[in-house]
């Protein structure tokens, strides 16, 4: 069974800072991984997907790696900004289209 | 503006009651999902759509129903059958239920007992 976990579950930086949010999964027979944005009481949106031939994708001021023999993927935000507070989440899409999410990291960006 | 819409936003149960939940979206998607997120947990899978009149179980479908009678449209009820029903719960969509799909989310429901 995959399992999806998020190391912090938070985080607190000043702004400016590089931010850096880790995502594991245990089994690495995955199509893609995920990263989503979540605002407190709303719903996901997606920020980046790495499709498993994909070592990174980048998005602006967002960069993710994975690495899937070692089942770990790591976002990367550059210069910080009290906007990026939010929850990030990431999720791993498996055969029969299954996703598996992890927990979420709670990051607050102070000014 | 294309999207999805969740209604309520806020929503209360009563012992041995059914509710339902409003899923919407504009967006001419064939497949639609019903998630289930507890505090600090990752999202679960309740159900799923990938065409009218049809849908499929998910990790913890029991306890919950829904129906796809229009492509738009997807509602959940949680019946009374649901022991432990407070959660947010968030509903989503894709193109096509396939690899690499990117998901769309409403705002969510917050679903709690009184």
């Known amino acids: 069974k995959q399992e999806v976990t998020q190391i912090p579950a938070a985080l607190s930086v000043p702004e400016g800072e590089n931010l850096v949010l880790n995502c594991s999964f245990t089994d690495s027979a995955i199509y893609n991984l995920q990263w989503f944005r979540q605002d407190p009481g709303k719903g996901l949106t997606s920020l980046l997907l790495i499709q498993s031939s994909q070592r990174e994708q980048t998005s602006g001021r967002l960069n993710a790696s994975l690495d899937k023999s070692s089942g770990r993927s790591t976002l990367y935000i550059a210069a910080s900004q009290p906007g990026d507070s939010a929850t990030y989440l990431c999720a791993v899409e498996a055969a029969g289209n299954k996703l598996t999410f992890g927990g979420g990291t709670r990051v607050l960006v102070k000014p | 503006d294309g999207g999805i819409t969740q209604s309520p936003k806020y929503l209360f149960r009563k012992e041995g009651q059914n509710v339902t939940l409003s899923c919407e979206q504009n967006?001419?998607?064939?497949?639609m999902y019903w998630y289930r997120q507890d505090p600090g947990q990752g999202l679960r899978l309740i159900y799923y759509?990938?065409?009218?009149?049809?849908?499929q179980k998910g990790d913890i479908a029991e306890g919950y129903s829904v129906s796809r009678e229009k492509k738009e449209s997807f509602p959940l009820t949680v019946t009374s059958a649901q022991k432990n029903p407070t959660a947010f719960y968030l509903c989503?969509?894709?193109?096509?239920?396939?690899?690499?799909?990117?998901?769309?989310f409403g705002s969510g429901t917050q679903l709690s007992v009184l």
């Open positions: 759509s990938q065409i009218v009149n049809d849908f």
């Open positions: 967006l001419n998607h064939d497949a």
């Open positions: 989503a969509s894709s193109q096509n239920r396939g690899t690499n799909e990117k998901l769309f």
